[in-house]
């Protein structure tokens, strides 16, 4: 039975000025579900408030008073000594506990001993979440040094009441630390604690997190590496987005705020903790730490809107380059890694920052200074300027207005326009109401398009406004309203402000909203939920089974697909031109995931799972694809699948996975009658029969052991390549833009992960150190995962090439002259070549640990397996030379695992189709 005298948890609450807030926390922990928790309020001298709580439930909230000028670090003491449960934690006003927030800390503590025991708070960072991702008992540092190095324990936590020490005056921030680093034992939940956390102002709060960054420092200076994280992360999680956050800020309150902020840092701000961050955020700390305001702004939007040019960049004599002619010999403000150099100057996304935006009669004066870098504009070209006013929303409506006055200034363009909104621009009044003003800056007669930065001290709302004529007359709108967006943009909006206006504006606001729109919106929303009903997959797949998939064969239709449609490639690809080539008189429809981009102009169309589709699967004679049609589409009776596959297994896949072992039952179901549709399986080896045909469950009878179709080409290749030599190189280099004296690399990593929508990867190999190294005699080529997409630095023209978007990667291969890869199983295909193979495999060991493989890749892989970034560059500079060790291994590599790729693949798969077409 909890008594007044003992608690299992006591949660102080220093009292502020906002009573609903203080309330709403008081209430939170009365409403645990742990009984023996007790609230102690701390009031700076009197507090109805407080004192209301306090006799409404004296036994479980009790009241301590103490001086009206006393801190809140001195509050707070005097409710932690106050306290009287085993476990103490601390809550300001507003913030709410979860309902089960102390059971789960105090449960945490005693099973663990632990002195502290923390968990989750809402709106954290991702680093805050990996941090509490499980549970887990922390006794050394090491292993946890966000704890300490961060911020990590400003709440969501408890402490030992033996283990709190001596007061202090610190914050609460350095108080979890002091906390942290007193605890024998730390216990991490990954329970969410606590809800309601003020949101962070960075400019507001920068004085004082560098004030607990100076006490914590101190704290640490007995652990070099503690101290070091902590001076990053404190530029990382304070003042990165202190410097994003001058970006709204108005001139008086930037120069304030700046001013003020380059004190805080003082001495804060170390050489290595500067060097580690990016570049453009190196430098806006770097300016904030110099108090130039302005500079901060330009690098805030230069971090909104990455790849944006917001300084006159300067080129030093040794190549590099810097923010600006001031900063010329200063490292810091090096941004040479940032590639504006390689890019053409109508490719730059430049700053276009208004100064002036005022009426000025019937015409809103706009004037602005555009940045131009590394002096592109010194011999003086010819220039030309017009302002494009758009409608927002996609409509082709556009007003162009020529800018009368445009010249270069102090290595910039400054620039004039006068808009004529009330006498030119006309539009409707009801669907075209916000428009965006953009500067079309013509050099030589070439076009760069800008967006207009603006502050909002820079457009008064009351000086800016013109009369509008609206089509549909004054009563849809009567005023147009420049403004400045929430992107920080200048944009020009359509307002109803005169009285007439006003009342048609709130009569059609009653009709859409009110009486007659609530008759019609129930209406409308069934019609919109049938349409969409129609069109869902569900009912696509019922009508497919009950319906489609009965009606009779369409003799000598073939449906391809390659990789769920996402290109037109791969074995599929070379069934279908093996096809056309011998006029066999069958008709090919082929899918397409998004876009029908890349596939040939000539070929019958049809987008995965529209009807057309599902029409073409259902009365198809033949199924050809690389992966798998859907898996919910039943094979008709009359259709023959022929599965080419996609790749040989290093990896374990289908019913040999670990992963599918922990799948329910319905889950195992539907793999097997999707693999159960297969009629024939094509393999390119007895490997492939031992892993491949095993894990889906092929029987011998459906295995057609003729090589993959894809590889033909290859097989090709390489007896050109021993007849003839490598050179004149493919048709494909040109289009790429290389020369031949280029030796081209060709950087092919496999897909890692679970599949997501647009996920976008950072890659094992630092591109641009290997285009630092290599760039005057290689050319990287560089194709993704085709689940993925790659995030590729800018790097000198011609040095490195996206060709992930490329449909076919045995034109790559063929191109290539050295492949990079991991475990991939383009290795495989490329070993056929016989040409330079290297597995670059950081994380090969944790890769085999976690999915399984079939056989140890180092012990008989076709080239080097390599761990390290520096190692593959030394791999690659020598490889001509090393090539010869590896050889042998590498054909026989190409022998075990492609001993059927004879060069015959697509022409024993068209037979296949060709003679049952015959027989039939």
């Keep these: 039975m909890t008594t007044p005298e003992a608690y299992d948890m006591s949660c102080v609450v220093v009292c502020g000025t906002d009573a609903a807030a203080l309330r709403a926390t008081v209430r939170s922990v009365l409403d645990q ?68 927030a102390c059971r789960n800390l105090f449960e945490a503590g005693r099973r663990t001993d632990a002195d502290l025991v923390a968990g989750r708070r809402d709106e954290a960072p991702a680093w805050h979440k990996e941090l509490y991702a499980r549970s887990r008992v922390v006794e050394n540092l090491a292993d946890a040094p966000e704890l300490v190095t961060r911020d990590s324990l400003s709440a969501g936590f408890c402490v030992r009441r033996g283990a709190l020490g001596t007061p202090s005056d610190a914050g609460r921030a350095l108080f979890g630390v002091r906390a942290a680093l007193a605890a024998r034992r730390i216990a991490l939940v990954p329970n969410l604690i606590t809800t309601g956390c003020a949101p962070a102002d960075p400019v507001r709060d920068l004085p004082r997190a560098a004030d607990a960054q100076r006490d914590t420092l101190e704290l640490l200076s007995g652990d070099d590496a503690l101290r070091a994280a902590r001076e990053s992360a404190f530029l990382t999680d304070h003042v990165v987005p202190c410097v994003r956050a001058f970006l709204p800020l108005g001139p ?195 076009p760069v398009t800008t967006d207009l930065l603006a502050d909002k001290a820079a457009v008064p709302t009351r000086a800016t406004a013109l009369p509008a004529r609206p089509l549909l007359t004054r009563l849809t709108a009567d005023t147009w309203q420049p403004y400045v967006t929430a992107k920080h943009h200048l944009a020009v909006c359509l307002l109803p402000r005169r009285r007439a206006a006003r009342t048609a504006q709130a009569l059609v606001h009653y009709v859409t909203h009110f009486r007659p729109a609530r008759k019609l919106k129930p209406v409308l929303r069934t019609l919109r939920k049938k349409r969409e009903a129609l069109h869902s997959q569900r009912v696509k797949l019922r009508v497919y089974r009950r319906i489609l998939s009965r009606l009779p064969v369409s003799k000598g239709l073939v449906v391809f697909e390659s990789h769920m449609g996402k290109c037109y490639g791969d074995s599929p690809r070379a069934v279908h031109e093996e096809l056309l080539a011998r006029g066999a008189g069958v008709r090919c429809v082929w899918s397409y995931a998004t876009s029908p981009a890349g596939f040939p102009d000539g070929a019958r169309l049809v987008r995965r799972w529209s009807w057309r589709y599902l029409w073409a699967l259902a009365r198809a004679e033949w199924w050809v694809d690389n992966q798998g049609f859907p898996h919910a589409l039943d094979k008709p009776r009359h259709t023959t699948y022929l599965q080419t596959w996609h790749g040989s297994a290093y990896k374990r896949m289908g019913f040999d996975e670990a992963r599918h072992r922990t799948r329910n039952a319905p889950e195992r179901e539907r793999l097997r009658r999707a693999v159960g549709r297969f009629d024939h399986f094509m393999v390119r080896s007895e490997h492939d029969v031992r892993t491949l045909a095993r894990a889906y469950r092929i029987p011998e009878e459906g295995l057609l052991r003729a090589g993959y179709p894809r590889n033909d080409r290859l097989v090709e290749a390489r007896g050109r390549d021993e007849r003839e030599g490598r050179f004149p190189r493919p048709p494909l280099a040109a289009e790429l833009g290389i020369p031949d004296h280029r030796t081209v690399v060709l950087y092919a990593p496999t897909f890692r992960g679970v599949p997501k929508k647009g996920q976008v990867v950072q890659l094992p190999l630092d591109v641009r150190q290997f285009a630092e190294r290599f760039g005057d005699t290689h050319v990287l080529l560089v194709r993704a995962h085709y689940m993925e997409a790659a995030s590729l630095p800018v790097t000198p023209p011609g040095t490195v090439v996206d060709v992930s978007g490329h449909h076919d990667v045995s034109e790559l291969l063929v191109l290539a002259d050295v492949l990079i890869t991991d475990y991939s199983s383009i290795m ?93």
């Design 33 to 100: 579900t742990l009984a023996g928790t007790e609230a102690v309020l701390v009031a700076a001298g009197a507090d109805d408030t407080a004192a209301t709580l306090a006799a409404a439930d004296p036994q479980r909230i009790r009241l301590v008073h103490a001086g009206a000028e006393s801190p809140a670090c001195v509050l707070r003491d005097l409710g932690l000594a106050a306290a009287r449960g085993r476990y103490v934690m601390v809550a300001a006003p507003g913030e709410r506990l979860e309902r089960h």
């Design 252 to 446: 008086d309150d930037r120069r304030e705020a700046a001013d003020t902020l380059a004190r805080s840092l003082d001495g804060l701000v170390t050489p290595e903790a500067l060097r580690a961050l990016p570049p453009v955020e190196r430098i806006g700390v770097r300016l904030l730490t110099d108090g130039d305001a302005d500079g901060v702004q330009a690098a805030a939007y230069a971090l909104v809107r990455p790849g944006t040019v917001v300084s006159p960049l300067v080129r030093t004599g040794d190549g590099r380059v810097r923010w600006s002619a001031e900063h010329a010999d200063d490292d810091t403000f090096d941004v040479t890694e940032l590639g504006h150099q390689y890019r053409q100057f109508t490719d730059l996304r430049l700053l276009n920052r208004v100064t002036h935006c005022l009426r000025q009669g019937a015409v809103l004066a706009v004037e602005g200074r555009l940045v131009v870098p590394l002096g592109l504009l010194d011999d003086r070209p010819a220039l030309a300027a017009r302002l494009d006013l758009s409608v927002r929303g996609g409509r082709a409506h556009t007003l162009s207005v020529p800018v009368r006055d445009v010249r270069q200034e102090d290595g910039g363009v400054v620039w004039r326009a006068e808009l004529p909104l009330t006498g030119a621009l006309r539009p409707r009044g009801i669907g075209d109401r916000v428009w965006d003003p953009r500067l079309v800056l013509t050099v030589d007669g070439v």
């Design 828 to 920: 495989f295909d490329y070993a056929l070549l016989d040409r330079p193979l290297v597995h670059f495999a950081p994380d090969l060991d944790a890769y085999a640990a976690d999915r399984g493989t079939y056989f140890d890749l180092r012990g008989r892989a076709g080239g080097p397996v390599i761990e390290t970034q520096e190692e593959l560059l030394r791999t690659i500079e020598g490889i001509k030379k090393a090539d010869g060790e590896w050889q042998a291994a590498r054909r026989a590599f190409a022998a075990e695992f492609g001993s059927y790729d004879d060069g015959g693949a697509a022409r024993a798969a068209v037979d296949l189709i060709l003679g049952k077409k015959a027989r039939a």
